[in-house]
């Protein structure tokens, strides 16, 4: 079971023991709602569901199927002292081993009820929302902090996430979030307004 005084490495132990059982359990829902809903051409089907593991551990994964795709997203929550953490892992397609992880702080997710304007009160429910409304991820490595670690932006669906990346460990920390009604204006001033909001934050 995770918990916060994990070190980086046992996390990843952790979550590579779920990953196998969650991954089928995740296609055989894939192909179940396919049969059930026999989308057509334009159709995309969407849906959250939760998911605890033998191991204890408590899952999100959302699914997407069109006529031709199907596509899976997973988040692994706990809670700590500041709040509902949650990790993103990324899986080698033909091994089965993990890549990086994207760990979300708490504060990123009130940031993201905040300034979605969610008027969410339940840390769960903010995070479910977040995992329905973001699929895609772009990431943009800005200057070195230290050895191997780097400020990075992350380009989503609903707006940019900021925080930091370390290539050695391969986990990506992101603590806060700028929605795309805030990111008006032509890309310089974009951008400009994006490091000015890193800067003011405690990444």
Not at 95 to 105: D, H, L, N, Q, V
Request: proline share 2%; net charge positive.
């Amino acid at each position: 079971m995770l918990v916060p005084a994990m070190s980086l490495p046992e996390i990843r132990a952790e979550i590579e023991k779920d990953y196998p059982i969650l991954f089928r359990k995740a296609c055989y829902v894939c192909e179940k709602l396919a049969k059930e809903h026999k989308l057509r051409n334009d159709e995309l089907l969407e849906q959250v569901f939760d998911y605890y593991s033998k191991y204890k551990n408590t899952w999100l994964y959302r699914i997407n199927i069109s006529k031709r795709t199907r596509n899976t997203r997973f988040l692994v929550y706990y809670y700590g002292k500041k709040g509902l953490n949650a990790i993103q892992p990324a899986f080698e397609a033909s091994t089965r081993k993990s890549g990086a992880m994207i760990f979300f702080t708490a504060h990123f997710f009130n940031r993201y009820n905040e300034r979605r304007s969610l008027q969410l009160i339940k840390p769960y429910d903010i995070m479910k929302k977040f995992i329905l409304e973001n699929g895609e991820f772009h990431f943009d490595r800005l200057e070195t902090i230290r050895g191997g670690v780097s400020r990075t932006l992350c380009v989503m669906e609903t707006g940019v996430a900021m925080g930091v990346y370390d290539e050695i460990t391969k986990w990506i920390r992101l603590n806060t979030y700028v929605s795309n009604a805030t990111l008006t204006g032509n890309q310089q001033e974009r951008y400009d307004r994006m490091r000015a909001q890193f800067e003011e934050e405690d990444l």
